[in-house]
């Protein structure tokens, strides 16, 4: 008698998107269902692996470069040469892949467009399947956008276009929506199956190929499975070995001690490390939230990118990469130009252009902006330092020695949390989580474009300052009371603001309470994303 087939993978609970059908096809379904079946045990193991190094950090309160692996760091070895299409990446455009931005970014003249399925989107339903179907539409040059003005977006010649870079969900995250056996599968698969094999065969057509950026990776053991994953997708769908590229992004503390090791494991496919600022400080919060004060960070604008442990991880990350012949990225502008304030713009425009000036003068090969308008002042930056160059790898940092403890040395920074960082901490995030509630991720809030991370860091420093004793500028101390009058004062300024009927038509008391739990709970909540997909539409 032969074996039952495996079970087909289900749409589960979702209102049809137009056009599904072309993405959720019969052969698809089963690519990402192979892909569930063959590796999403090994993502449950390595979730747990997570657990158990955040307890062994909560015992010890620090972190080492692995004994284990010496022998990679102290290796003499390089990872595959970068394709032509992500040769130059002096400057990088990151957004979500809704219709609009899809365009703009394409056209933004960035050599990258970091197509995001990860921080910068909400993953409705929705969002999940019309970025898949956005991105093969411009692929195939079908895509255009009329706004509500009746303004009209299209794409600029090919070779005028962004290499696209996509990144998918990380890997705490499932998507509800498809499921095997009654089991969802991780978003990281979804969304790296339906784009892989969509599209694949597609972008080597035109002279590129299937790009990833990978996001909130903790240790070479998750840069290994997916590697396993590109091996295992490129052999199923008659792809040749090496033509996937990863960037790995080094936003969590682990990770920081392993970039060796995680360009070893991906060397056949890897592009580069990114260095990522929010999440990268979420991470450094979340594992040592219960350190003491030695840990406590002050006010997250406060920590700047010239934070002596700041310095050390980009620093380390330049050297790692160049060493290795990767490419590595920098960090984000997050600003949004205003058409109604000329000062302000000069003033930020000044604080991007030295920040990039300052990556491109340490040995960043290239930057990531979050607004086209940026785009000129990031490039003249890198161009100052690159010429005609496409990269700066030669440029190995040698003078670099960044010790085991200097990637944690928190303490060294200066500022202190004050009452104005409490209120902004509770403003942004709320104003976030409203607008994620809402379905979108990517969010301008005080004249900067917030993600995901910039709720983390907000909600994780209230909760560190808590249940560290804080004392603020104003001589008071952070405790749960505090947070929910700051809160609860807020909340009644966004409705006088607002108007009754357009506060109660947004989801602001359900931000507003969603903020509270994960701020003030005493269980900390791994990531604020898992209890917000639980009330997403």
Not at 19 to 27: G, H, K, N, P, W
Not at 43 to 66: Q, S, V
Not at 385 to 403: A, F, M
């Amino acid at each position: 008698m032969s074996a039952p087939a495996p079970s087909p993978l289900a749409v589960v609970d979702a209102a049809p998107v137009e056009r599904q059908e072309e993405v959720l096809t019969d052969a698809a379904l089963e690519f990402v269902a192979a892909l569930h079946r063959r590796f999403t045990p090994r993502r449950d193991e390595l979730l747990a692996k997570r657990a158990e190094r955040r307890a062994e950090i909560a015992r010890t309160a620090t972190l080492d470069f692995l004994p284990e692996t010496a022998s990679v760091r102290e290796g003499d070895w390089k990872v595959a040469p970068a394709p032509e299409a992500l040769n130059d990446r002096r400057v990088e455009i990151t957004g979500p892949t809704d219709r609009k931005m899809t365009i703009n970014a394409l056209n933004s003249g960035a050599r990258v467009w970091l197509a995001d399925f990860e921080d910068a989107s909400a993953p409705t339903w929705e969002n999940v399947i019309g970025g898949q179907l956005n991105l093969t539409d411009a692929y195939e040059r079908r895509i255009d956008f009329t706004d509500h003005r009746g303004k009209t977006y299209a794409l600029k010649p090919a070779e005028e276009l962004a290499t696209v870079v996509v990144r998918p969900r990380g890997w705490h995250l499932d998507e509800r929506h498809l499921q095997v056996d009654g089991t969802p599968v991780p978003g990281a698969l979804v969304d790296f199956g339906l784009y892989f094999f969509r599209n694949a065969q597609r972008l080597i057509d035109l002279g590129k190929g299937p790009y990833f950026y990978l996001p909130k990776t903790e240790s070479h053991l998750e840069a290994r499975l997916w590697n396993e994953i590109f091996v295992f997708a490129q052999d199923y769908c008659g792809i040749p070995q090496g033509t996937v590229r990863a960037t790995v992004l080094i936003e969590t503390i682990t990770a920081a001690y392993e970039m060796d090791e995680i360009l070893y494991e991906l060397r056949d496919h890897a592009a580069g490390l990114n260095a990522g600022r929010w999440d990268y400080l979420f991470s450094i919060v979340k594992n040592f939230r219960d350190a003491g004060e030695k840990f406590v960070l002050p006010d997250r604008n406060a920590v700047t990118m010239t934070a002596p442990f700041m310095r050390a991880y980009t620093e380390l990350l330049v050297r790692t990469c160049h060493k290795r012949g990767a490419h590595a990225i920098g960090g984000m502008a997050a600003f949004i130009p205003s058409r109604k304030d000329a000062e302000a713009n000069r003033i930020a425009f000044d604080k991007v252009r030295g920040d990039k000036d300052r990556e491109a003068g340490d040995g960043f090969d290239g930057s990531w902006v979050a607004h086209p308008d940026l785009v000129p002042v990031a490039m003249e930056s890198f161009d100052a330092v690159l010429g005609e160059r496409p990269n700066q790898k030669d440029k190995l940092r040698e003078d670099v020695d960044v010790k085991a403890a200097d990637l944690i040395a928190v303490d060294t920074i200066e500022a202190k949390p004050t009452h104005d960082g409490l209120v902004n901490a509770v403003q942004v995030g709320t104003r976030y989580i409203e607008a994620w509630l809402r379905g979108l991720g990517a969010v301008g809030i005080f004249g900067l474009m917030e993600d995901a991370a910039t709720a983390e860091i907000s909600r994780s420093q209230i909760w560190q300052w808590i249940n560290a004793g804080v004392v603020l500028d104003t001589g008071e101390k952070v405790t749960p009371e505090l947070v929910r009058k700051v809160a609860a004062e807020d909340l009644d300024a966004l409705r006088a603001e607002l108007g009754s009927e357009t506060f109660e038509a947004g989801k602001w008391q359900q931000a507003h309470d969603l903020l509270l739990r994960v701020a003030l709970d005493e269980k900390y909540e791994d990531f604020l994303t898992l209890p917000a997909y639980e009330l997403l539409g």
